[in-house]
């Protein structure tokens, strides 16, 4: 099914994510170490967090690839959407931890300058990870995918991360050390807004949430198909990457079987021209005027 070849390209996605965090957690903690940044140690903590994340984002997407079975009629999709849900509570400790270690450093004054490195560092760094969004976010919208579009929020706040760590630095060097630690204060609460932000967006879904405008939207492509003359019923709801929606119309009532059914293909037609993810069960009810 096509769904799970967009699947493939979400696990491609996870692995590069990966690969990326595995690269800027071990360069970021020892050049943070080293160069006496808690900024950017406090980003590579972050990183380290972001690999076994992107793990079980991959571990999620593999499972969701296995096909339905006697126990599992719809498949099992939805732990692409648990995998987010995993990942934000990993997230969500990191970015504690980074803020309780802030906050005792800010209290006890332990700042030291870091060098100059560590600005490098960190500022290539978030120009690496805004590639790695841009690429990773468009994939997302591509193949409607929650998962990938939590990994994408991820990367998008690591850039925005190595950033604010690259200015505290540079008003560290310039004298200010206590920047430094504020900027790392800063770093983890945005890790932690973040986290929760994945975490309501996967507890919607697995809820059977579903955005109100993109149901406004299958209405509308639905009454513009001739001979719907009303829509008694919708609903949608996720299940993984794949929409299912349930639909109830009434046609004319002297139409017969194989005309209502081609109604109901027009539908789903007209429906995944706009979601190419949806599966769309359609029921077919008499018309009579009120």
């Given at each position: 099914m096509d769904g799970y070849q967009d699947i493939k390209k979400g696990e491609k996605a996870a692995l590069l994510s990966i690969l990326a965090y595995l690269f800027l957690a071990v360069v970021k903690v020892i050049v943070g170490l080293l160069g006496h940044s808690d900024a950017l140690f406090a980003d590579g903590l972050n990183n380290t967090t972001d690999v076994i994340?992107?793990?079980?984002?991959?571990?999620?997407?593999?499972?969701?690839?296995?096909?339905?079975?006697?126990?599992?009629?719809?498949?099992?999709?939805?732990?692409?959407?648990?995998?987010?849900?995993?990942?934000?509570?990993?997230?969500?400790?990191v970015g504690l931890e980074v803020i309780f270690s802030s906050i005792s450093n800010l209290f006890k004054g332990n700042f030291a300058a870091p060098n100059t490195l560590t600005a490098i560092v960190a500022f290539f760094s978030g120009i690496f990870m805004l590639g790695i969004y841009l690429y990773n976010n468009r994939l997302a919208k591509k193949i409607d995918s929650q998962a990938v579009k939590a990994a994408a929020l991820d990367n998008r706040s690591d850039a925005l991360v190595s950033f604010g760590a690259f200015i505290g630095i540079i008003f560290a060097v310039l004298g200010f050390p206590w920047v430094d630690a504020?900027?790392?204060?800063?770093?983890?609460?945005?890790?932690?807004?973040?986290?929760?932000?994945?975490?309501?967006?996967?507890?919607?879904?697995?809820?059977?949430?579903?955005?109100?405008?993109?149901?406004?939207?299958?209405?509308?492509?639905?009454?513009?198909?001739?001979?719907?003359?009303?829509?008694?019923?919708?609903?949608?709801?996720?299940?993984?990457?794949?929409?299912?929606?349930?639909?109830?119309?009434?046609?004319?009532?002297?139409?017969?079987?194989?005309?209502?059914?081609?109604?109901?293909?027009?539908?789903?037609?007209?429906i995944r021209s706009k979601f190419p993810t949806a599966y769309t069960l359609v029921h077919i009810e008499p018309f009579f005027e009120k």
């Open positions: 994340a992107s793990v079980a984002l991959l571990i999620g997407l593999r499972i969701s690839r296995i096909p339905p079975d006697a126990d599992h009629a719809y498949g099992h999709r939805r732990t692409e959407t648990i995998s987010s849900l995993v990942a934000s509570f990993i997230m969500l400790l504020v900027t790392a204060l800063l770093v983890g609460i945005l890790i932690g807004y973040t986290a929760v932000k994945i975490f309501f967006d996967a507890a919607h879904s697995l809820t059977d949430g579903f955005d109100v405008s993109k149901l406004e939207i299958i209405h509308n492509l639905v009454h513009d198909v001739t001979e719907v003359k009303e829509i008694k019923d919708i609903k949608a709801r996720f299940n993984g990457n794949r929409i299912w929606i349930d639909l109830t119309v009434a046609v004319d009532p002297n139409l017969n079987v194989i005309r209502s059914h081609e109604i109901t293909e027009q539908i789903e037609q007209a």
